[in-house]
């Protein structure tokens, strides 16, 4: 086998453990699953295991660090977009949501299981998770100085919203009745509508019969649950 076949089979091992470990983490716990239950879920000895993570801490770590690479750069062009803050936050939303469900046991980790880090990985989770909130405040606090949203605080509303997303973790099957649209929608609409200014819900422009350009959906249109 060549270095480069090694190397493949290298990367997809780690993946393989990976997508394990955050499956048992998110249907377990971080604390309720062993090593030796990742290693058998991922067909590999768990002597095998720890040639890939020197620990159960080290693959949660690698597991966030993931998650938050591949979600953070979507958001924070959003945030940095010239739109409305109403437009950007609807966008903001829906990308959380869909990403969500889209590898719903690593984002599970990501917003459940990233408080058991121990000291030698917790920073930079901190640091990452600061990160990804950081574009939602930047458009709460956009839409405040522009009458788009009422005062109010942030930081209180950039976790409202982000803890209203994370909450399909918890619920959200794909055999489901709604599909991933459907829910990002919904939520989108809900976290923009929960912070518009009262000149905002009143101006004709932005809440007009057809529909609203700040939420894509019509006003008289619902979806049930």
């Not at 998650?67 to 109403?86: F, G, N, W, Y």
């Not at 489901?176 to 923009?192: K, N, R």
């Not at 509508?193 to 009262?198: A, D, N, T, V, Y």
Request: charged content about 25%.
């Amino acid at each position: 086998m060549t270095a480069s076949e090694n190397n493949q089979v290298e990367v997809g091992t780690r993946e393989q453990l990976k997508r394990a470990a955050a499956r048992l983490f998110r249907e377990q716990g971080f604390h309720g699953t062993s090593v030796a239950q990742i290693a058998t879920a991922s067909w590999i000895t768990k002597s095998s295991l720890y040639h890939h993570f020197a620990s159960k801490q080290a693959l949660l770590a690698e597991i966030l660090t993931d998650t938050a690479s591949r979600v953070t750069p979507a958001v924070e062009s959003i945030a940095s977009a010239d739109l409305p803050a109403a437009e950007r936050l609807r966008a903001a939303a829906r990308c959380h949501v869909v990403e969500l469900i889209h590898d719903q046991d690593k984002v599970a980790c990501f917003v459940e299981e990233g408080r058991f880090l121990e000291s030698d990985h917790r920073d930079a989770f901190v640091a990452a998770r600061d990160r990804y909130e950081r574009s939602f405040r930047r458009i709460l606090r956009d839409g405040v100085a522009s009458g788009e949203f009422r005062p109010m605080s942030v930081s209180l509303a950039s976790l409202a919203v982000l803890g209203m997303c994370n909450s399909v973790v918890h619920w959200y099957h794909p055999s489901g009745h709604l599909d991933v649209d459907t829910v990002a929608e919904q939520f989108a609409d809900l976290a923009v509508r929960s912070m518009l200014s009262e000149q905002a819900i009143c101006s004709p422009e932005e809440l007009g019969a057809q529909g609203s350009p700040l939420t894509g959906i019509k006003t008289s249109e619902s979806v049930s649950p």
